[in-house]
């Protein structure tokens, strides 16, 4: 019973902890993509902070590309690099949680 509920406090924690990690690692390293990809690998003439994020990054209505967004690398390069950043968005408060959570010791 007691390692029944050790075990669900330690899986409430890593879940916690994955969540206090990722929230704040989404601002930043969106809030970066948003400042830093547009006008060096895709140009868009409308970006929105944060939601620059989120792909698509070149605009179209209606299949026709939207006058000045273009994509500067090739879409491959732009979304391999994209792919990065939600890779470690996902992943490293994953490992920090998982690590951390491990620590709590078994009464």
């Known amino acids: ?5 050790h075990d669900q406090y330690v899986r409430l924690q890593s ?3 994955y969540i206090f990690f990722f929230v704040p690692l989404l601002l930043v390293l969106s809030f970066s993509w ?14 929105l902070p ?4 989120i792909a698509p990054f070149v605009h179209s209505v209606n299949g026709v590309r939207v006058i000045g967004d273009e994509y500067l ?3 491959l390069v732009v979304y391999g690099i994209w792919f990065v ?3 470690i968005i996902f992943v490293v408060p994953a490992i920090l949680s998982s690590h951390l959570s491990k620590r709590i010791p078994s009464k």
């Open 1 to 5: 019973m007691v390692k029944k509920l």
């Open 73 to 75: 690398y090739t879409p």
């Open 50 to 53: 944060f939601v620059g994020f």
């Open 15 to 17: 879940v916690v902890l």
């Open 85 to 87: 950043f939600v890779l």
């Open 34 to 47: 948003s400042n830093w990809a547009n006008g060096i690998l895709y140009k868009c003439i409308d970006p």
